[in-house]
């Protein structure tokens, strides 16, 4: 089996892969404050309640966002599982060339997204990921990694009304019955939601128009709002909510082989 881990700002979701079939996964609270051994005792519980042990982990892939936890993960890796893990980041084989200005600054968990949407497409792309901040890639339709546009989450931008105005309360995120709300609260929602849902619809729009592909790119969306968002609009064609955790089972099967990376398991 293949633990894969995306630590993400406010999430971690962890998977367990069996060749390429996505066999359990599991969602955790990002928390900086967790030690190496409180990770370990939480991960082999996570394995022990899909009756695995250690043991059974050949290989560990890691994705992360949140440096400090970087290396607590690594560590975790070969505490309790007895292996080093692949950390996804720069110097790490990816087989995409990414063509930012900069290679470096591109998120992992982002380029991690465009390998597995370009795997299942093998044609132009666009991912839109709804995390902490909701960030949109281009993929080109001979697998090279365009760039793309980071904005705020919903999330921020929901806490971010609350704290700083004096009367409007926090609300959830959910769509609203109209556009034009008739309470507080639904007004914020249908702010939230459909103001949304109209950066969405525009910045896929912009991209199409400005990179002009040869054929129209597929676009997914994935991260924990996705669903909602995806089932009010037609310009998302596929909602991939492990998109990430595969992009992370790719790369590290093609470090996996590479000399050296990896240390065999008694």
Not at 44 to 63: E, K, N, T, Y
Not at 139 to 154: A, C, N, R
Not at 172 to 195: D, E, N, W, Y
Request: with cysteine; hydrophobic share 45%.
């Amino acid at each position: 089996m293949l633990l894969v881990i995306d630590v993400g700002n406010t999430q971690t979701v962890l998977g367990l892969f069996d060749e390429e079939n996505l066999s359990h996964h599991w969602r955790i609270a990002t928390d900086i404050r967790k030690t190496k051994d409180e990770y370990s005792l939480l991960v082999g519980s996570l394995l022990a309640s899909a009756g695995l042990a250690p043991d059974d982990v050949r290989g560990v892939g890691v994705c992360s966002v949140v440096p400090p936890l970087s290396h607590v993960f690594l560590e975790m890796a070969e505490s309790l599982l007895g292996a080093n893990a692949i950390l996804v980041g720069p110097g790490v084989k990816t087989g995409m060339p990414i063509l930012y200005e900069n290679p470096a600054e591109v998120g992992s968990d982002r380029i991690a997204n465009a390998l597995a949407a370009y795997n299942e497409t093998r044609g132009p792309v666009i991912i839109v990921d709804f995390g902490t901040a909701t960030t949109f890639c281009a993929v080109s339709g001979k697998g090279e990694y365009l760039g793309g546009s980071i904005v705020p989450g919903v999330g921020i931008s929901a806490d971010a009304l609350f704290a700083r105005t004096a009367k409007l309360p926090r609300v959830a995120v959910k769509k609203p019955a109209t556009v034009i709300g008739r309470t507080t609260v639904t007004s914020i929602q249908s702010g939230l939601f459909f103001g949304y849902l109209s950066i969405v619809e525009g910045m896929i729009a912009r991209i199409v128009s400005e990179i002009q592909f040869k054929i129209r790119p597929k676009v997914v969306a994935t991260g924990g709002l996705a669903d909602l968002f995806a089932g009010e609009t037609d310009v998302i064609d596929v909602v991939d909510p492990y998109l990430t955790l595969k992009g992370i089972r790719i790369i590290y099967e093609k470090n996996a082989k590479r000399p050296g990376r990896i240390p065999p398991r008694d």
